[in-house]
């Protein structure tokens, strides 16, 4: 069982960045693609960026592309987002998912599911 938790959340001005952290608690997923979904207040959940468990391929919403960047750092267990000239429509919960497959935009490709974590953009 994979468990995940995510942190880095809060409240930022538009244009201001965040780095939000996905890692597990009592296993590695260095064999598990990652993803970062989001739901905006009123609206579905969906993909803002992938990453595979090799670190090699990644993709990203174009919503998202060319501001947000995913990472992963092996030796610290942990995927990283980090979003840049953050916008008001950024504004959602930030869930992070887990796959043994290659990363995908669709949600019933993740097994596991973090809690999420509250990102807030101010005008």
């Known amino acids: 069982q994979v468990q995940l938790v995510e942190s880095g959340g809060g409240l930022v001005q538009a244009g201001g960045s965040l780095t939000l952290s996905c890692t597990t608690s009592?296993?590695?997923?260095?064999?598990?693609?990652v993803a970062w979904f989001r739901q905006p207040p009123g609206k579905e959940r969906e993909f803002a960026a992938g990453?595979?468990?090799?670190?090699?391929?990644?993709g990203y919403a174009e919503s998202v592309k060319g501001r947000f960047t995913i990472s992963r750092d092996y030796g610290k267990n942990t995927v990283y987002l980090q979003m840049n000239s953050l916008k008001p429509e950024d504004t959602a919960v930030y869930y992070c998912?887990?796959?043994?497959?290659?990363?995908?935009?669709?949600?019933?490709?993740?097994?596991?599911w973090g809690q999420g974590t509250q990102v807030t953009v101010s005008s």
């Open positions: 998912a887990a796959t043994r497959d290659t990363w995908s935009d669709t949600e019933a490709s993740y097994n596991y």
């Open positions: 009592g296993r590695t997923f260095d064999t598990y693609s």
């Open positions: 990453i595979r468990w090799s670190g090699r391929s990644t």
